[in-house]
């Protein structure tokens, strides 16, 4: 069972909660099937990611998760940090200033903490912009960091 953080039912709470970090959110391992599985999804099957005999020759002595796995895992990492419940749809926006700082080793765990940074609001909708850090529990800087867009459909 998924235990949202923080739940915004308005406009009114989501702005107040503007600067605010959610997080961090429980901890995920990221294996070598699910690096397979978005290698075979991709098409992106370079050694360094699906050949663990020879990744253990490479720089990071195993292989890693792609960049664009990690980012891509967003939505799952953050499902338990917040949740709007208002308007009439969700819909990915964007994304700004994505950097993978460090690289995810398979077999380590990460999470992640959001922190919703600017909010414009029209008639028909708002944008929101999170900023997204992900964290691995074997490193001391992020191994991602990046701020979304999300249209929310009022």
């Known amino acids: 069972m998924i235990v949202v953080e923080r739940c915004f039912t308005s406009l009114d709470e ?3 909660a503007i600067g605010e970090t959610v997080g961090p959110g429980p901890w995920c391992t990221i294996d070598q099937s699910r690096v397979d599985a978005f290698a075979e999804c991709t098409g992106d099957d370079q050694w360094i990611h ?11 002595g195993t292989t890693i998760a792609h960049g664009y796995l990690t980012l891509s895992m967003l939505p799952f990492l953050g499902r338990d940090l917040y ?11 964007g ?3 994505v950097r993978f700082p460090a690289a995810v080793r398979v077999g380590t765990r990460v999470r992640a903490s959001a922190t919703p940074v600017d909010l414009s609001v029209d008639t028909s909708r708002c944008l929101l912009t999170v900023r997204w ?7 001391d800087k992020p ?12």
């Open 14 to 16: 989501l702005t107040a």
């Open 133 to 139: 850090v992900i964290e691995d529990e074997q490193q």
């Open 143 to 154: 191994v991602l960091v990046a701020e979304t867009l999300t249209a929310v459909v009022l």
């Open 50 to 60: 699906v050949d663990p005999a020879r990744a253990v020759d490479g720089p990071y």
């Open 95 to 97: 994304s700004n200033k």
């Open 83 to 93: 949740a709007i419940d208002f308007g009439t749809a969700r819909i990915n926006y």
